[in-house]
């Protein structure tokens, strides 16, 4: 991966009022990353974009996108897309115009056609705003954040409301957006789709980061878990496992293969049935949790 540092964040707050939202976040985004910048609710996530978009003014901090200062929308914004949670598009216009006046204004070339075709909205060219279904509106959004393929793309819980159908595409066209070297910074409360495709994550809790890492570096933190029943006079375990309330055996384990080797032929040699086995390594979403109880 080419290491150049698209966007760079050094020890940013924001402070509404008296309320400290955002405390000393330091990160950087490298080109052609999928960052993904997850968190709690109220975590700070939506405050520390506004602020690399530019929409907001920090309470302190240094941020830099794309070499330059994030208030410096002239030289910025022709060169990123923004798909927002909710872009309060007018009403009263139709998908083509809305695309048409909102891809004007970004300063890129492009034809509305062309992206309403790439985002599945062909169809609903003539439609107003006002008629559109939440999943088509969506799709509007994020037709205008991909509108004359920008460099640097944010998405804000781009799945949101929309079907798995519409994920598997919406997904497409950000997978063939990288393959052109685009860089994605993605927030998204459904932990499995960050698990798939960030190449590094960001967790956020009460305005900081609790982790910071590859999915894989994010996982490791915690064990990996192999659980199943035994008959009441199977022969002792080979490994340390524990007891839940409902009966399961539970192994947690940093080695899950080779643990899970170890059980299987313990299981062979003595004629054992594990019953109801399963096994899995540790999830996005066990991290997730983790992080709010400490
Ligand atoms: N304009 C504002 N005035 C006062 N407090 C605010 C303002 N905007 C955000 N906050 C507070 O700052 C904290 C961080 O909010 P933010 O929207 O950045 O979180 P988030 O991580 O995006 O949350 P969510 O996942 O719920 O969207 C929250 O406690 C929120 O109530």
């Known amino acids: 991966m080419n290491s150049e540092t698209v966007i760079d964040v050094e020890r940013l707050n924001v402070s509404y009022d008296d309320f400290h939202a955002v405390k000393d976040l330091t990160f950087d985004v490298r080109r052609g990353e999928l960052y993904a910048l997850l968190g709690t609710n109220g975590a700070g996530k939506t405050s520390t974009l506004e ?7 920090s309470s302190s901090g240094k941020v830099s996108i794309l070499g330059e200062d994030p208030r410096n929308r002239k030289a910025v914004r022709p060169r990123m897309g ?6 309060g598009f007018a009403a009263d216009l139709s998908a083509m115009e809305t695309l048409t006046l ?14 309403l075709d790439v985002v599945g909205l062909t169809a609903k060219a003539e439609t107003r705003v006002s008629a559109l ?9 994020f037709a205008t954040a991909i509108y004359g393929s920008p460099e640097l793309i944010f998405l804000d819980e781009p799945t949101t409301g929309l079907d798995v159908a519409s994920r598997d595409d919406l997904w497409d066209v950000v997978d063939r957006l990288r393959e052109d070297g685009a860089t994605i910074v993605l927030t998204t409360h459904y932990l499995e789709e960050a698990q798939q495709r960030a ?37 002792p375990l080979p490994l340390e496992s524990s007891l839940s309330g409902n009966g399961t055996l539970l192994i947690e384990t940093h080695g899950l293969q080779q643990d899970l080797h170890t059980l299987l032929s313990w299981a062979q040699e003595t004629g054992t049935e594990l019953r109801d086995l399963d096994a899995g390594p540790t999830r996005l979403d066990d991290v997730f949790r983790s992080i709010t109880r400490h």
């Open 51 to 57: 602020v690399i978009e530019g929409h907001r003014a």
């Open 82 to 87: 923004i798909m927002l949670q909710d872009s």
């Open 102 to 115: 909102i891809g004007g204004l970004t300063g890129r070339e492009d034809q509305p056609s062309r992206v």
């Open 133 to 141: 279904s939440g999943g088509e509106k969506r799709r509007l959004d």
């Open 199 to 235: 190449d590094r994550i960001g967790l956020m809790h009460e305005g900081t980061f609790r982790m910071q890492g590859t999915v894989s570096e994010l996982t490791q933190t915690l064990p990996g878990t192999i659980t199943f029943h035994l008959a009441e006079n199977a022969p």
